[in-house]
Structure formats: structure tokens, C-alpha cells
């Protein structure tokens, strides 16, 4: 069983920023951030390779959000920078065998999500 976690969510002010961690157990896959504003389907956010050489990241945070590792901690980070209002969702970690990119289905593995809330 593979078990993914995230930390680091809370409340940041409009302008700010915040840094998502997440620990997958296990071997080391490709990893990927999602989101979920309430009301709105979940949304692809950014995904890294299993070795950190390559990321992928929606348009819609390209340029504010950046994803990294670290592979001798078995962890992946989301640095949030200049938060929004509209930023404000659930984030979920997720790993996947095949893909660092926006293919929701083809991620195996599913953190519970964490709250993430930009006040104005």
C-alpha cells in the first residue's frame, strides 16, 4: 500500500506565499499537485519526474507556482507565490508510475488533500 501525504496548508494573505510538502512511500514515482475549489472540478496544477529533470505545470499558475523534490526524503514541494484569492482550494498530491503531466487517470495514487485559503 502507498501512501501519499501532504502538509504545509493553512491561511496566507492575498500577495503572499505558501509551501505545500508532500511524502510518498514506497519506491519513487512521478508526482503531480491537483486542486479543488468548491463547486469546480479538479484541476491540474504542476508534475515533476521521478528524477526532478523535468516539471510540467498548468498555464494558469506557470510563472507563481514551482515544483520540486527531493528524492532522498522521498518528497515533493509546491512553492505558491503571489497566493490569490482564486487560489483557494484543496490541494492533493498524487504519484503516478507513467506521467508528470495534467493525465488525472493515470495517477495512481492519492493524498486526502489539504486546505489551502487566500484571504483578500
Known amino acids: 500500500q502507498v501512501h501519499v501525504r501532504e502538509s504545509g496548508g493553512g491561511l496566507v494573505q492575498a500577495g503572499g506565499s505558501l509551501r505545500l510538502s508532500c511524502v510518498a512511500s514506497g519506491r519513487t514515482y512521478h508526482m503531480g499537485w491537483f486542486r479543488q475549489a468548491s463547486g469546480k472540478e479538479r484541476e491540474f496544477l504542476a508534475g515533476i519526474s521521478a528524477s526532478g529533470g523535468q516539471t510540467s505545470y498548468a498555464d494558469s499558475v506557470k510563472g507563481r507556482f514551482t515544483i520540486s523534490r527531493d528524492n532522498a526524503k522521498n518528497s515533493v514541494s509546491l512553492q505558491m507565490d503571489s497566493a490569490q484569492p482564486d487560489d483557494t482550494a484543496v490541494y492533493s498530491c498524487?504519484?503516478?508510475?507513467?506521467?508528470?503531466?495534467?493525465?488525472?487517470?493515470?495517477?495512481?495514487?492519492w493524498g486526502q488533500g489539504i486546505q489551502v485559503t487566500v484571504s483578500s
Open positions: 498524487a504519484a503516478s508510475k507513467v506521467t508528470w503531466k495534467s493525465y488525472q487517470q493515470l495517477y495512481d495514487y
